[in-house]
């Protein structure tokens, strides 16, 4: 019988996994935009209905990071804070959170998942069967964002 490797994604367990969760969004979603340390935070964060992902690379290193909890409405599950390590862009490391998060919402009965993407990022989500719903906020003032949905 053949074991099957352990997933690289996982909910960070550790106090290391977590600095390393929280080190990884504030790089690439608020650092680069002069945000300061903090704002990667969000209050429901620790809320027991926040499901939070975790990639882990070959090395043991975080490369990536997502996090789904409810959404505005019922059955609806929102996918927030996705952040993958720059030399790891490209190498299907979203994709794995996203699945990830896909299949737990699942589990928790959602019936759809939003979310709100980067203009960068639509063409990502679009070739995993996400559809953009409308054009969202712009962060920061410069980053546009758009509504995406998926039916689970």
């Given amino acids: 019988m ?27 979603l608020r650092q680069p935009w002069q945000q300061p340390p903090g704002s990667e935070r969000a209050p429901d964060d620790e809320a027991p209905t926040t499901i939070h992902a975790l990639w882990r690379a070959p090395s043991g290193a975080v490369g990536g990071v997502a996090r789904l909890s409810p959404g505005s409405s019922p059955g609806q599950a929102q996918v927030r804070y996705m952040a993958v390590e720059p030399t790891w862009q490209g190498h299907g490391v979203g994709r794995q959170l996203l699945q990830y998060l896909e299949a737990a919402a699942r589990q ?26 409308e054009p969202s906020h712009t962060l920061f003032g410069v980053i546009h964002h758009f509504l995406m949905q998926k039916t689970l």
Avoid at 110 to 129: D, K, P, S
């Fill in 2 to 28: 053949t074991t099957q490797p352990p997933s690289p994604v996982e909910p960070p367990r550790s106090p290391a996994d977590w600095a390393a969760y929280y080190l990884l969004r504030y790089r690439v």
């Fill in 108 to 133: 928790q009965g959602y019936a759809e998942i939003i979310l709100h993407a980067r203009e960068a990022a639509v063409g990502f989500y679009q070739r995993l069967g996400y559809r953009v719903v």
